[in-house]
């Protein structure tokens, strides 16, 4: 009996230590503001109402950022909120979740009962995005700067096909490009490909910063990198990317992330 109780427990170990940790999905919404009123309109509805709400559904840590300054101007005004979902069952319904909170409603009425004349914001965007294998759950970076000077860089790498596509994402998880930068110390929050979204076939990650300084020499330590310099000259990793936006991000004051 002493043995099969060994036996057993040794059993759970290996297969607790051998189970992967679960894919999360993300969800990507992205508020398009033309005005200061409707950028303080969402503002007030996302720190007062929508991400308490999440966090009543059981979403603990929730990201909300805006573009630094010199990004406004090429790509417009835009809020960013980031999503992790345990699953797309949760992703479904949580729709539904929310319909049913009445404190959102008390909370959100600004926002969610604007009239068709005095709109909360000019367009809303959603991207919905599968983790990868090399980083399966997001991660909370730890920065000690003010918020204010923290970078967080949301960087978008489309293929020309979905083949070509595949091929970066594999660079990332079998050529270990998210070990490299973990090595280095890039913070990241995420790495995904995107399943469904305007620009596609696409992926996407994030990776963050203590302030502007310190992202330039993350970058040029990943340049001159050996791994990064062997990896990149692989013949099967070459011309997987044909397009990159970088965007540079600031989380405001009541971001999780």
Known sequence: MKHFLILV???FAFTSATVAPKREYYEIKIYHISSKTQEERVDRYLKDAYLPALHRA???KVGVFKPVEADTAHFGKRIYVLIPYNSLEQFVKLAETLQKDKQLETSGTDYLNAPFNDLPYA???SILLYSFSG???MEVPKHSTPVTE???????YEGHTEKISKNKIKMFNDGDEVGL???LGFNAVFYAEVIAGSRMPNLMYMTTFANKASRDEHWKAFSSDPQWKT???MAEYKNNVSKIDIFFLHPTEYSDI
């Open 58 to 60: 059981g979403i603990s």
């Open 9 to 11: 427990v040794c059993a």
């Open 181 to 183: 930068f973990k090595r």
């Open 123 to 125: 367009r809303l965007e």
């Open 135 to 137: 980083m399966p759950q």
């Open 150 to 156: 923290r970078i967080y860089e949301l960087r978008s």
């Open 231 to 233: 990896l990149s000259g």
